[in-house]
């Protein structure tokens, strides 16, 4: 069974004003203001609704689930509030930061401790990280424009570093 199934996870059409919110989260300033802020309101949402509400859900119809982490430096637990494609079977994850020009520290987490906790409304399931090989990667940048165009906008600022694509699966660690 992958990650998908486990978790009952499910991409929606978002209506009218969250395809609308979602533009305006793909601009410079959007993405500036929601990659200082959402983090922290996400944890609180899904803190106080045991995790069944994230922002980017409600306001922006995207299916949200929270990545556990083992930080690669501390050894800490360390949970994001990512944006899931479907993978095949699977979830994966990219790194684009809201189009900032850092590589998020959860890769670096997935790249020192693949072994993740993900997180799905009152769904958990482990699930062992790894980079998508070049093929898995086109198929998997085309499917998550088409669950959030933003993307497209963030890997235009980003010049400087790749893009990476993580892949959350039921299987054994590389």
Not at 46 to 56: A, E, H, K, S, W
Not at 68 to 87: D, F, M, N
Not at 126 to 146: C, G, L, P, Q, S
């Amino acid at each position: 069974m992958g990650t998908i199934q486990a978790l009952d996870y499910k991409v929606t059409k978002p209506n009218a004003a969250q395809v609308a919110m979602q533009h305006i989260a793909a601009t410079r300033a959007g993405a500036w203001f929601f990659a200082r802020t959402l983090d922290h309101v996400d944890r609180a949402l899904l803190r106080l609704t045991g995790g069944q509400v994230t922002l980017p859900g409600v306001v922006a119809g995207l299916p949200v689930l929270t990545v556990t982490t083992t930080g690669a430096r501390t050894g800490r637990r360390r949970p994001a509030p990512l944006l899931g494609v479907p993978a095949g079977d699977d979830i994966a994850v990219l790194g684009t930061s809201f189009g900032q020009p850092r590589t998020p520290a959860w890769y670096h987490n997935m790249r020192a401790h693949p072994e993740v906790e993900l997180t799905y409304r009152d769904k958990t399931v482990k699930a062992i990280a790894r980079e998508a090989a070049e093929e898995e990667r086109r198929v998997i940048w085309d499917r998550a424009r088409t669950i959030y165009p933003g993307y497209q906008a963030y890997a235009g600022r980003i010049k400087n570093r790749q893009i990476h694509i993580m892949i959350l699966g039921t299987g054994e660690p590389p």
